[in-house]
């Protein structure tokens, strides 16, 4: 008899998820984590989207460690000393249920995971699992760093984070390219509660998320700003084959960004108390792996579930979502007795009814559009140069009209105009 009906590797979202529903089930379940609790090992300055938690853990916000209520969603651009902000507020995403909120991985985490043992599942820190168990080409379980530490399971989901070593060793990933990877970096600055609500005008729980274009120079890429309680998270998200080829350290181009006139005054008098880097699966759906095989089920990063759209930018709600559907796949098929890759075939069922394969389908384009010079260099150019030229009076020289700035400005940052049509359909059939 196997140690466990199923063994969940990684105490992240996504793994919490599926040894919460692997457990609600009935099935004994074990969830291992190398770090010495859930969330010890993770990186995040982003924002968790709940919604996925509605059907998982009803009134999950009652209880959930939120910093705060995201009710300022803006997307800036940048282009030298200029930035061009488009701001959005939502007093109604600050209250119940909620739209999005910040929140600190470990304890996040810590709280997702205590969910899973609640319903049964035996969680095993500090271990890690170095390698696949198998019965042929069937996985029965893992090795982990622990003596006599072998443990055996009918069905085993890699919740690893990305580049998953089990995923590789179970023949799922394709040979990796650097291209489909992005290096974050963040640094959490502590500041008081009153100092944030007065700088970016929220009040009580209420807090800010924002997106930033034009601020990476030569490496594509993107910026971020989030408010917690009583701290910001700033940091970059970079490209790791131009980052490379650039000589640059990250560190350097997070300090440029910090200085830049539209980011500096929000900061001013923090204090940097963590800096911390990650990489970040973003292709999407071009990069996944295989999702299932005999005897073994991949979610969440571990599966590159992380959509990088420009205008969404996701993670913690596709790993939820994907570990939810693979415990209960898992579930189902241990019941059934047949844990094989066409016995766990579930598992893509519940994936393509559900929002986390639909929406990475559907945005599958969107990676290479962020990507690209249009986006990261010309587009925060333009839109720059267009409202420089907009709101500088000009007297005593009369006013130029719209269309003779922007196709100034785009014959400027040497633009044509079937280029930007041509990426602008792109852009329409991706995100229409």
């Known amino acids: 008899m196997p140690d466990f009906d199923v063994i969940v590797v990684g105490a992240g979202p996504a793994g919490a998820a599926a040894a919460l529903e692997a457990a609600r089930a009935g099935r004994s379940v074990c969830l291992l984590e190398r770090g010495p609790y859930p969330g010890s090992k993770n990186m995040y300055g982003g924002v968790i989207y709940g919604r996925v938690l509605d059907t998982l853990i009803p009134n999950w916000w009652e209880e959930a460690p939120i910093q705060r209520w995201v009710t300022r969603r803006s997307t800036m651009l940048m282009a030298g000393d200029q930035a061009v902000t488009v701001d959005y507020r939502c007093s109604s995403w600050g209250e119940a249920p909620y739209n999005g909120a910040t929140a600190f991985r470990p304890e996040f985490d810590a709280w997702l995971a205590s969910k899973a043992e609640a319903a049964g599942a035996v969680l095993i820190c500090s271990t890690t699992a170095t390698g696949l168990l198998r019965d042929g080409t069937r996985v029965v379980g893992v090795r982990t760093d622990r003596p006599d530490g072998d443990l055996t399971a009918q069905v085993v989901i890699c919740c690893d984070g990305v580049n998953s070593f089990l995923a590789k060793e179970a023949g799922l990933y394709p040979p990796s390219d650097p291209a489909n990877y992005t290096l974050g970096v963040k640094e959490t600055i502590l500041l008081p509660r009153e100092v944030i609500d007065e700088r970016f005008a929220v009040r009580g729980d209420h807090g800010v998320d924002i997106e930033i274009l034009g601020c990476t120079g030569e490496v594509p890429g993107g910026g971020f700003l989030y408010t917690n309680a009583e701290s910001l998270a700033v940091g ?102 047949d844990t094989s890759s066409a016995g766990l075939q579930d598992y893509r069922r519940r994936l393509d009814s559900n929002f986390v394969m639909s929406d990475h389908r559907k945005l599958r384009e969107a990676p290479h559009l962020v990507m690209s010079d249009l986006a990261q260099q010309q587009l925060p150019r333009i839109a720059c140069g267009v409202m420089e030229q907009l709101f500088t009076v000009t007297n005593p020289d009369p006013k130029p009209g719209l269309r003779k700035i922007i196709r100034g400005q785009m014959k400027l940052n040497n633009l044509k105009l079937r280029d930007a049509i041509s990426q602008g359909m792109k852009a329409l059939r991706t995100f229409g």
């Open 236 to 337: 970059l998200v970079l490209s790791l084959p131009k980052l490379a080829a650039c000589g640059r350290r990250p560190e350097e181009m997070l300090a440029e960004l910090k200085a830049h006139s539209a980011i500096a005054p929000l900061i001013e008098g923090g204090q940097v108390k963590e800096y911390s880097a990650h990489v970040i699966p973003e292709a999407g759906y071009k990069m996944m792996p295989e999702l299932i095989g005999d005897g073994i089920l991949v979610a969440g990063d571990a599966a590159a579930m992380c959509l990088a759209a420009g205008i969404w930018l996701e993670g913690v709600n596709f790993a939820i979502g994907s570990g939810a559907a693979a415990g209960q796949a898992a579930a189902r098929a241990v019941q059934r007795r």
